[in-house]
């Protein structure tokens, strides 16, 4: 085990020995679960291409999104065949079934701070930046708190996310796209 992996996995120790309790296993369950397949951030999408607001917004969070599951999904997970932190630390008791895809980045937090990203990039409400930005976190730390992934992993999909929906945002705008018009 390499430095780093000792540091991630002392750390999800810490989360396990001192912050279960049941009622944060239950909420970390459910709020994971808005992170499964993107099905909170796919239905948030489908609703703001239903509004004249938000569907210029709708566009590019879709566009990253389609990138955002490229990358991660398609590329990094298959090359950086990172085994998951329960697999490492067998003692560990998890209260999910264990996720079958490997751990590196985590795709939950890199698809919501690719959703999330975007929103805070061109939305105007402020209570849809903050609320959506509170669930793209949970849904990160639920990572962590269930054991499926490295705080490093968590890291980097919250690095890369947000990295491609602000290259996405800039890069569109500056080309003036028919998404700005």
Same mark, same amino acid.
């Given at each position: 085990?390499?430095?780093?992996?000792?540091?991630?996995?002392?750390?999800?120790?810490?989360?396990?020995?001192?912050?279960?309790?049941?009622? !944060?296993?239950?909420?970390?369950?459910?709020?994971?679960?808005?992170?499964?397949?993107?099905?909170?951030?796919?239905? !948030?999408?489908? #609703?703001?291409?239903?509004?004249?607001?938000?569907?210029?917004?709708?566009?590019?969070?879709?566009?990253?999104?389609?990138?955002? #599951?490229?990358?991660?999904?398609?590329?990094?997970?298959?090359?950086?065949?990172?085994?998951?932190?329960?697999?490492?630390?067998?003692?560990?008791? &998890?209260?999910?079934?264990?996720?079958?895809?490997?751990?590196?980045?985590?795709? %939950?937090?890199?698809?919501?701070?690719?959703?999330?990203? #975007?929103? +805070?990039?061109?939305?105007?409400?402020?209570? &849809?930046?903050?609320?959506?930005?509170?669930?793209?976190?949970?849904?990160?730390?639920?990572?962590?708190?269930?054991?499926? %992934?490295?705080?490093?992993?968590? !890291?980097?999909?919250?690095? +890369?996310?947000? +990295?491609?929906?602000?290259?996405?945002?800039?890069?569109?705008?500056?080309?003036? !796209?028919? &998404?700005?018009?």
């Amino acid at each position: 085990m390499n430095f780093i992996t000792k540091i991630d996995i002392n750390i999800l120790n810490w989360i396990a020995e001192n912050l279960r309790h049941p009622l !944060l296993d239950k909420l970390m369950l459910d709020v994971t679960s808005l992170g499964d397949m993107g099905i909170f951030w796919i239905c !948030l999408l489908i #609703v703001f291409f239903t509004t004249k607001e938000y569907k210029q917004m709708a566009k590019v969070m879709f566009i990253s999104m389609i990138i955002s #599951v490229i990358v991660c999904n398609l590329m990094l997970k298959p090359i950086v065949h990172r085994t998951r932190p329960f697999n490492i630390n067998t003692a560990i008791e &998890l209260i999910a079934a264990k996720p079958l895809d490997y751990s590196f980045p985590s795709g %939950h937090t890199m698809f919501s701070f690719t959703s999330v990203t #975007v929103i +805070l990039m061109m939305a105007k409400s402020k209570l &849809l930046k903050y609320f959506t930005l509170a669930i793209a976190i949970l849904i990160a730390l639920s990572r962590m708190y269930l054991y499926f %992934h490295y705080p490093t992993d968590v !890291l980097a999909g919250f690095i +890369l996310g947000s +990295l491609i929906s602000y290259f996405t945002v800039k890069y569109m705008k500056n080309k003036n !796209l028919h &998404l700005f018009k």
